[in-house]
């Protein structure tokens, strides 16, 4: 059963605290997560340890968790031997996850679940979520994400999160994806030196969410910290919409040794100061993405006016 506020109603009563990152709570819980799939595996092998990570952000004070179905797609599970059924049932499961560990903290908390959506390239599985540029239409694109997205919808989340998308014309085509399925969206663009990953300008990307009904936040997520303010400014300036943020720790992904390097700028300490800089900008939705953990969110839900309202 869905809380009994909307998350429309919800965001517009104040700031809501996101969770953290799935994938690191995930292997600091012992997942394993060196596969095709990423942490979509989990939802088939070991649903278990996505329904403890869940439980771990509720714990430090999350509003809204997001769902383990970022990488998990049809044509993923495909590759994998499985039917249409069985994956549409794996994405029902990852809502039915979240809400169980919503549910178990308590009607009071009035936890919302997000159903990620993750971009075209986090099937391909090659880091392509961070070029864009497929060379697909948004015709084809769209036909690619409506099935994942009826899935999602048809599992009754509380809204849709189009996120980590690199490239305007994949939004665009989200966006079509998502018309009509009966559930608010956000959509978050991952960015880089003040462009979408694709290179577009934030403004012309973020126009394409203008005047849509159905959005009810945007943002940027899976980037450097020091980015987010200024980018959601620009988002919430362009549509007039409230402000979604959820970035990186700060530290780099180095690929060709595949492990992290740098300083994480984006923790316990420091995020009290960036989440109100953020606030500022017009987010209402704060959080974390890659390598930020539930001691990081706790301190978002301590420090954050209204978050825990």
Do not use: K
């Not at 499985?82 to 009071?108: D, F, I, N, Q, Y």
């Amino acid at each position: 059963m869905a809380p009994a506020r909307s998350f429309t109603e919800a965001l517009a009563a104040g700031v809501l605290v996101l969770d953290g990152g799935l994938s690191n709570e995930l292997e600091a819980r012992g997942g394993d997560l060196t596969d095709p799939l990423w942490s979509a595996r989990l939802l088939a092998d070991e649903p278990e340890r996505i329904e403890a990570a869940h439980t771990a952000y509720v714990r430090a004070g999350a509003r809204v968790l997001i769902t383990g179905s970022y990488q998990a797609t049809f044509e993923g599970f495909a590759r994998r031997g499985l039917g249409r059924a069985e994956t549409a049932g794996l994405l029902a499961r990852s809502v039915a996850l979240a809400r169980r560990s919503a549910e178990r903290a308590g009607p009071g908390r009035g936890i919302l679940v997000a159903a990620s959506v993750g971009p075209y390239g986090a099937m391909l599985a090659d880091g392509s979520e961070y070029r864009g540029r497929y060379g697909l239409s948004v015709r084809e694109l769209a036909a690619f994400h409506r099935p994942r997205v009826e899935a999602l919808a048809a599992a009754d989340p509380d809204v849709l999160a189009l996120e980590t998308v690199p490239d305007a014309v994949e939004a665009e085509a989200l966006l079509r994806a998502a018309e009509g399925c009966g559930v608010p969206v956000w959509l978050s663009y991952t960015v880089a030196g003040g462009r979408t990953r694709a290179g577009q300008p934030l403004a012309e990307a973020f126009a394409v969410a203008a005047g849509n009904g159905q959005v009810a936040a945007v943002g940027v997520n899976c980037c450097d910290p020091a980015e987010a303010a200024d980018a959601v400014a620009v988002a919430v300036a362009t549509t007039g919409l409230p402000g979604v943020v959820y970035p990186n720790s700060g530290e780099r992904w180095d690929a060709a040794a595949r492990t992290w390097r740098g300083p994480a700028t984006f923790g316990p300490a420091t995020a009290p100061a960036l989440a109100a800089a953020w606030t500022a900008a017009g987010a209402r939705l704060t959080g974390g993405c890659c390598r930020v953990g539930p001691p990081t969110v706790s301190a978002l839900a301590r420090t954050t006016p209204r978050g825990n309202g």
